[in-house]
């Protein structure tokens, strides 16, 4: 099953544009981590939010996350075609070990 | 650092078959997950192993199984192969718990 739910599923915008992208969650986690798939490829780590931290950057990617609602927000600012992908969240939330429960993915197209 | 790697890169087999499949984890990393995506399923845990032994599972029939070696190295298996089989087979390799996973490039797994 999935714990997470991505909003939108599909997203296009200009390049340039920023494009924000929420995930809800169910249970309590340790954290929570989005991924972008380039066309059914391998998963590329973007960032990975503990659950006591809030909010974090990485380039031109910013993370929030707020625990009292479950959820979490990725933002690309000033897009670029290259962004173009499937953008995932997963969360962690087992008592040992690695396990990661994956929410259905936003489609983004960032048009030239 | 090489990253993970993955062999076969795609495999066709026939219903009622059996598979293996091998992930090679990033150096000094000791857990190797695995995820099956489906268009239908999304992204969905199979298990973990950490020092050779399997440390959590998820919700898959016996059919499907793994191992790991000494060297971290991981195998997949999958027996009497169904038709829901299809998928693409991804590895996840992490230094530690509660610690980003780093995907190989999966293997794409069709079955006739």
């Known amino acids: 099953s999935q714990q997470g739910e991505e909003d939108p599923q599909a997203l296009s915008i200009q390049e340039g544009e920023n494009a924000t992208m929420n995930c809800s969650y169910k249970?309590?986690?340790?954290?929570l981590q989005w991924y972008r798939q380039n066309s059914g490829r391998g998963l590329v780590h973007l960032i990975l939010i503990r659950s006591n931290e809030r909010e974090k950057h990485s380039g031109r990617l910013r993370v929030t996350l707020d625990t009292s609602k479950k959820s979490s927000s990725l933002l690309i600012t000033a897009s670029r075609a290259a962004d173009t992908a499937s953008y995932f969240c997963?969360?962690?939330?087992?008592?040992?070990?690695?396990?990661?429960?994956f929410g259905g993915g936003t489609r983004v197209l960032v048009k030239p | 650092k090489a990253g993970v790697t993955q062999t076969p890169r795609y495999l066709i087999k026939t219903r009622g078959q059996q598979v293996t499949l091998s992930c090679s984890p990033i150096s000094g990393h000791r857990s190797v997950s695995w995820y099956q995506q489906t268009p239908g399923q999304g992204l969905q845990f199979l298990f973990e192993?950490?020092?050779?032994?399997?440390?959590n599972k998820g919700n898959f029939p016996g059919r499907f199984s793994g191992r790991q070696f000494s060297n971290s190295r991981s195998e997949m298996n999958v027996s009497t192969l169904e038709l829901g089989d299809s998928a693409l087979y991804l590895c996840a390799s992490s230094f530690r718990e509660d610690n980003e996973q780093f995907f190989g490039p999966g293997t794409r797994l069709t079955v006739l």
């Open positions: 249970t309590s986690i340790n954290n």
């Open positions: 192993y950490f020092s050779e032994t399997q440390r």
């Open positions: 997963a969360t962690d939330a087992g008592a040992a070990g690695n396990k990661l429960t």
